[in-house]
């Protein structure tokens, strides 16, 4: 019995890094054009996990949700925060620091 239990375990954890890893893909993919759209760039490719916590939706439901930070820069002098909220598989913002244009 301790064995199947410990299998489930293991099996639970393999299934949280997955899920999550596909979680992380979007948010790169959403910080990327996010980047684009304002015309700065992003940089070093990642993303990095801020925060887990618990939010309500519109239907009033708790939902987990995931903040991933990552830098990008206006003008290739300095490194500025921008930051993507996910809720699932769902965006639920994005936000770049204020920069400077010179």
Request: glycine share 4%; hydrophobic share 40%.
């Amino acid at each position: 019995m301790g064995k199947v239990i410990t299998l489930l375990v293991l099996a639970l954890i393999a299934w949280y890094w997955s899920y999550s890893q596909k979680i992380k893909q979007l948010a790169l993919r959403a910080s990327i054009n996010r980047c684009k759209e304002a015309g700065v760039q992003f940089l070093d490719h990642s993303v990095v996990l801020h925060r887990i916590g618990f939010r309500k939706n519109s239907n009033n439901q708790w939902k987990m949700i995931r903040e991933y930070r990552f830098e990008f820069t206006s003008t290739g002098d300095h490194r500025y925060i921008g930051r993507v909220v996910m809720q699932s598989h769902h965006l639920v913002s994005s936000e770049l620091e204020p920069y400077s244009l010179n």
